[in-house]
């Protein structure tokens, strides 16, 4: 489980990435449903706004969503997978 550094810095470097790639929310989660990676765009905003964060089973999503925004690793790392 991430700790509250692990999570702000997540939620950081998220939405930082995103807009970084010209993403909304709802590009965002479109793009990963087209990876067969299930997320709400609730699921990103509040991942961003620090109200909840990716249980580690969904690694997969985060991977992707790593992939997407061209962001190498920089998600994982900041949850400390």
């Known amino acids: 489980m991430a700790n509250a550094t692990q999570t702000r810095d997540f939620r950081i470097r998220l939405k930082s990435a995103r807009q970084g790639a010209g993403f909304t929310p709802g590009d965002l989660a479109d793009e990963l449903a087209a990876c067969g990676k299930e997320i709400t765009v609730e699921d990103i905003i509040n ?3 620090g109200k909840s964060s ?8 985060v991977v992707a969503t790593e992939i ?5 690793g920089q998600l994982t790392e900041a949850l400390g997978w």
């Open 47 to 49: 991942w961003e706004n």
């Open 68 to 72: 997407l925004l061209g962001a190498d």
């Open 54 to 61: 990716p249980k580690a089973w969904e690694d997969h999503v």
